[in-house]
């Protein structure tokens, strides 16, 4: 019985992965290019000033740390924070904008209570193992 199936498994295997994985990597590759105009929005949304912290990640595949200190038309100026160097970025050259606003309250309660429960384990563990 197993040897009538398992062809017919195999072949739709090799024909159907293929086309599964283009489908999948066109998918990805639609949302990991933004369009400038995306890009314009994230930069506007973020503001300007030292508050405005950002990572830009470019095309070249480098990342700009710092604040927005400018925005124009067709670029905008990264300061870095320690050094206050600017450095100007058109628009077409930015792959992702992420804000770094730092921690927010949610994610210091996590990583405490994930400490917490850290914590009680081991002591948990080292209790079990001195019973013996």
């Known amino acids: 019985m197993l040897k009538n199936y398992l062809p017919f498994v195999v072949a739709s295997v090799l024909l159907f992965g293929p086309t599964a994985q283009l489908a999948a990597a ?6 990991s290019t933004p369009i400038v105009e ?7 949304k973020l503001g300007v000033g030292e508050k405005a912290k950002a990572t830009i990640t470019l095309k ?11 925005a124009g038309d067709d670029d905008f100026v990264v300061r870095d924070r320690k050094t ?3 450095t100007t970025i058109r628009y077409a050259d930015v792959t992702r904008v992420e804000s770094n606003r730092g921690h ?4 210091h309660v996590g990583i405490g209570v994930g400490i917490g429960v850290g914590a009680f ?7 079990i193992s001195h019973l013996d």
């Open 121 to 127: 384990l081991a002591a948990l563990f080292i209790i």
């Open 38 to 44: 995306e890009v314009k929005i994230k930069v506007s």
């Open 104 to 107: 927010s309250t949610a994610k």
């Open 84 to 86: 206050d160097n600017p």
């Open 26 to 31: 066109g998918q990805q590759k639609n949302q």
């Open 60 to 70: 070249s595949g480098a990342k700009i740390k710092g604040y927005i200190a400018r």
